[in-house]
């Protein structure tokens, strides 16, 4: 018997996607004969995989590590990176309940791109971008606009061109320090002028730092610029814990004024109510040893370099 309803197609957003180059990228890096520089993969012989196990050890002991969790992240681990936060910004206290943990940075992007970006809405990012945050953006029905990186950075004096021309971003993301695929970091200058036009033409900054205390030119440079989440309250600030301990612990998060992590948890909620109360135990255990966790970087900016 034939029905008389045409078959269910799929949503027109599919029509318009394509692999991510990040897909392509790990399904080479999967080959035991491939070396590959072309992506951010941690050395896998400097992942602490004998101090993962001992967290693990460690967590597993405690109920809590094995149940659902609040979805904007176990609070333990939202008190360490919170505390951690805080150091960055030069001692400005970071509210815990402005930290969402997220299951790795990307997942922040996606849901920062539902929160924040209407279909048709602009969104300024770097030339060369991350292609992780266009695909993101491309899901999200935005207009990509690029600016150009220079050795300080966005050019900001390009993107206040477009701003006075009529360019009206809903927001703009970018790399600051340790540009990927760059390597150079935003000046203190560019920074505090990026987020005056935030403040002055309304738009949303997400500063996106998977690398920034992964310095490495001379051991003894030390961190970048203060972040630009110092300059304005419109900017919303990824990291994750997949460079400095281990990409499958599938840890990210985010910190954002909290009309933001409001939207973004009734969205995760939908997306996947919570995320594992064990790797984010193991994380809050890692990353709160501060000692071990010095000394792990260490050793990471030395072999690195």
Not at 8 to 20: F, G, K, Q, V
Request: proline share 6%; aromatic share 4%.
């Amino acid at each position: 018997m034939s029905s008389i309803h045409p078959p269910a197609d799929l949503a027109r957003r599919t029509a318009t996607l394509d692999s991510s180059a990040i897909r392509d990228l790990l399904a080479l890096t999967a080959r035991d004969e491939i070396i590959s520089l072309a992506g951010g993969l941690p050395a896998t012989d400097l992942i602490p995989v004998d101090r993962i196990a001992a967290a693990a050890d460690a967590v597993l002991r405690h109920y809590d590590a094995v149940q659902y969790c609040e979805t904007p992240g176990h609070r333990t681990l939202r008190n360490v990176i919170a505390a951690r936060e805080s150091a960055v910004r030069g001692g400005v206290t970071v509210p815990t309940d402005t930290v969402v943990v997220t299951h790795g940075s990307q997942q922040a992007l996606t849901l920062l791109a539902q929160a924040l970006i209407d279909p048709g809405a602009v969104v300024v990012v770097d030339e060369p971008a991350y292609t992780g945050a266009l695909q993101v953006f491309s899901i999200a029905e935005a207009q990509i606009e690029s600016i150009p990186i220079t050795d300080g950075g966005m050019d900001v004096d390009e993107l206040e061109a477009r701003l006075l021309a009529g360019l009206r971003p809903a927001v703009v993301h970018t790399v600051a320090n340790f540009h990927n695929p760059r390597g150079v970091t935003m000046t203190e200058a560019r920074r505090r002028r990026l987020a005056a036009l935030a403040d002055r033409y309304g738009f949303w900054i997400i500063e996106d730092d998977p690398y920034g205390e992964i310095w490495f030119d001379t051991i003894e440079s030390g961190p970048s610029p203060l972040p630009i989440a110092c300059h304005s309250d419109r900017v919303v600030r990824l990291s994750s814990a997949s460079k400095i301990l281990a990409p499958t612990l599938r840890v990210g998060w985010f910190v954002a004024p909290p009309r933001v992590c409001a939207a973004v948890e009734l969205l995760k909620q939908g997306a996947d109510l919570c995320g594992s109360s064990l790797t984010q135990l193991m994380a809050a255990d890692l990353l709160g040893d501060t000692e071990w966790l010095a000394d792990h970087l260490t050793d990471l900016r030395r072999e690195y370099g």
